[in-house]
């Protein structure tokens, strides 16, 4: 399993979004995290558990990542 936080609002703004993956595709993208790597996360988005009750609280479940040029 791989569990890590990416920066996604424009300058000025703050917006952090908790990102997991698992399995094979875990092991393949790990090689292209580190930090300030800009990257392009596709998967889709889960409320995390009794988040909706307080407000909203997200995480990504990634299916593939990529470096970003």
């Given amino acids: ?3 890590f936080t990416v920066e ?4 000025g ?4 979004l908790g990102i997991v993956m698992t399995a094979e595709p875990a092991l393949a993208a790990k090689p292209l995290l580190e930090p300030g790597r800009q990257v392009r996360v596709i998967g889709r988005m889960r ?3 009794g988040s909706l009750k307080t407000g909203g609280a997200f995480e990504v479940v990634a299916e593939s990542i990529e470096r970003s040029e």
């Avoid at 996604?8 to 300058?11: D, I, L, V």
Wanted: hydrophobic share 45%; glycine share 8%; proline share 7%.
């Fill in 1 to 3: 399993m791989l569990r």
């Fill in 8 to 11: 996604c609002g424009a300058p």
């Fill in 13 to 16: 703004e703050e917006l952090r």
């Fill in 47 to 49: 409320a995390l558990k």
